[in-house]
Structure formats: structure tokens, C-alpha cells
């Protein structure tokens, strides 16, 4: 079955340590998303890529970093530098066409200790 | 910018009872809209969408009607089941006059629902 899986589902982690989210997806699509999902606050995006080798900030990028090596395969990284980095974590792809819907993965869920 | 906004929650209903959660936004361009809804742990799953004014999504139910006059897409449904309770979202997608996308979904704050048996 195509989608999109995020791994690991839950994650601690200690103060001053970098982390990093996978996010994969077999639907053969060509932009990728990480957004954060912090409780009465909705989604905000962290950032986005449209093509391999690309990649755009989104809204709240800074303490995060992201690569795009492959079409396929869109890592995130949460860094030492975020002051708040306790989250849901969601990972979402498009199609090239279309009116521009989402999909999106189960979604991962950080804790810092 | 594009900004969407969501009636406050939660909203709390017995079994049977008819839905309403309203969605208005602001936008540039031809917006797409849709509702998305996001069960408790998981992520979130397309409910319904419209991409252009009058045009009516519905799945499971559920409908919404995009109104270009009153900039809104409210989500309406007339039974609902213990089995909705989850949070709602309502989201556009900007498009240009071609109807291509801009690529960036905008989303509401979300709407908790819970019904009760």
C-alpha cells in the first residue's frame, strides 16, 4: 500500500541534544512537508520542499533543518537550538498536480525530558 | 495572506444530534478548501474538498459548500455517531487563475468534537 511513514511514532529526548524525524513516502510524490502540531495552536509549517536538492522555510523553521536527497525521503532535524521542542510532528506529501491537498503520515511525537 | 478561521471549541453533542462547525477565510487568488479530520494519536486524514465557488464536498456524511460570497465552508452534519468524535480542520490551498496550487495548505486552529452515546 502506498503512504507515508513516519518513524519513530514517540521520542525523547535530553536538553541540548539534536534529533532527527524520518519521514518517508512510496505515493511517488514530489513535495514534502513538516509541520508541528502544538495543542490549541493548529499546524505551522516548518518547511517544505518541491523538488529534490530544495527546499523552502516555512513559518517557524528556526531550531530545525531539513535535506532532500532524495525524491522520496525528507529527514527532519530538531536541533539543540529550538527553545521549545516538545511536539507533534507531522510529515505530508503532494502530487505534482492537483488542487492541492495534503496527505499525511501518522505523525511523530517528541518529548524533551 | 491567506488565513482561515474556525469556530471556537470544543463543541459537545449527543448521538444523532446535527453538526455544524463553521470555517471562514480569507484569501488571494482561487483558493481550494477542505476539512480534514484528525483522530486522537494520528495524523490527519482529508475529509471532504471543493476547488471551486458552489461546489459541494461530501464523504461519509459529512458536507460542506464553498460560498465565495460570504468566504466561508462550513462543515454540516445531520447525524452524527460517537464514532466523529475527533478534531476537525479546515484548510485552503491558494491557486492562481489557472487553477494550479501554490503548494502550502493554510489551516485553521481545529475544532475538537466529542459525542456522546
Known amino acids: 500500500d502506498g503512504g507515508i511513514t513516519q518513524s519513530p511514532k514517540y521520542l525523547f529526548r535530553k536538553e541540548g541534544q539534536n534529533v532527527t524525524l524520518s519521514c518517508e513516502q512510496n505515493?511517488?510524490?514530489?513535495?514534502m512537508y513538516w509541520y508541528r502540531q502544538d495543542p490549541g495552536q493548529g499546524l505551522r509549517l516548518i518547511y517544505y520542499?518541491?523538488?529534490?536538492?530544495?527546499?523552502q522555510k516555512g513559518d517557524i523553521a528556526e531550531g530545525y533543518s531539513v535535506s532532500r536527497e532524495k525524491k522520496e525521503s525528507f529527514p527532519l532535524t530538531v536541533t539543540s537550538a529550538q527553545k521549545n521542542p516538545t511536539a507533534f510532528y507531522l510529515c505530508?506529501?503532494?502530487?505534482?498536480?492537483?488542487?492541492?491537498?495534503?496527505?499525511f503520515g501518522e505523525g511523530s511525537r517528541l518529548t524533551v525530558l | 495572506g491567506n488565513s482561515v478561521t474556525q469556530m471556537e471549541g470544543p463543541v459537545t453533542l449527543s448521538e444523532e444530534a446535527f453538526l455544524t462547525i463553521n470555517c471562514t477565510y480569507t484569501?488571494?487568488?482561487?483558493?481550494?478548501l477542505f476539512w480534514y479530520v484528525q483522530y486522537p494519536g494520528e495524523g490527519l486524514q482529508l475529509l471532504l474538498k471543493?476547488?471551486?465557488?458552489?461546489d459541494k464536498g461530501s464523504n461519509k456524511g459529512f458536507e460542506a459548500t464553498y460560498r465565495k460570497e460570504t468566504t466561508s465552508f462550513h462543515l454540516e452534519k445531520g447525524s452524527v455517531q460517537v464514532s466523529d468524535s475527533a478534531v476537525y480542520f479546515c484548510a485552503l490551498s491558494g491557486t492562481n487563475a489557472g487553477g494550479t496550487s501554490y503548494g502550502k495548505l493554510t489551516f485553521g486552529q481545529g475544532t475538537i468534537l466529542t459525542v456522546h452515546p
Open positions: 505515493l511517488n510524490h514530489d513535495a
Open positions: 471543493a476547488t471551486k465557488a458552489d
Open positions: 520542499s518541491q523538488i529534490v536538492n530544495d527546499f
Open positions: 505530508a506529501s503532494r502530487p505534482g498536480t492537483g488542487y492541492g491537498e495534503l496527505f
Open positions: 484569501a488571494t487568488g482561487y483558493p481550494s
